[in-house]
């Protein structure tokens, strides 16, 4: 299951973004850390984007995004929180 929000806002030469999203895995015939006295394997997790984009001219942009990643397993190999941030030029012909 993966459930999902999204707010977009837009203001002259300036967009944005903002979305959240929730998703919960069940493995009934799996086992964390595959031993079966540790428990049936299960995920749960979010993830939140923001994203901007400032158009310099009708065919150039730059834009900036950010992604934060929490996932929460049964199993801890899969178990993690990420933090990615990644900036670029947009060029149209």
Same mark, same amino acid.
């Given at each position: 299951? +993966?459930?999902?929000? +999204?707010? #977009?806002? %837009? @203001?002259? !030469?300036?967009?944005? +973004?903002? /979305?959240?999203?929730?998703?919960? =895995? ?6 964390? &850390?595959?031993?079966s006295? =540790? ?8 993830? #939140?984007?923001?994203?901007? @984009? &400032?158009? !310099?001219?009708?065919? #150039?942009?730059?834009? %900036? @995004?950010?992604?934060?990643? *929490? !996932?929460?397993?049964?199993? #801890? =190999?899969?178990?993690y929180? +990420?933090? !990615?941030? *990644? /900036?670029?030029?947009?060029l149209?012909?």
């Amino acid at each position: 299951n +993966r459930y999902g929000a +999204r707010v #977009l806002y %837009a @203001e002259g !030469q300036l967009k944005g +973004r903002v /979305a959240l999203h929730h998703w919960a =895995r069940d493995y009934p015939n799996a086992f964390a &850390f595959d031993v079966s006295t =540790r428990g049936a394997k299960t995920y749960s997790g979010n993830d #939140l984007k923001l994203k901007a @984009e &400032f158009a !310099q001219t009708k065919s #150039l942009s730059f834009w %900036a @995004e950010a992604v934060y990643t *929490m !996932q929460n397993s049964t199993d #801890l =190999r899969y178990d993690y929180n +990420r933090k !990615q941030i *990644m /900036a670029g030029i947009s060029l149209d012909s």
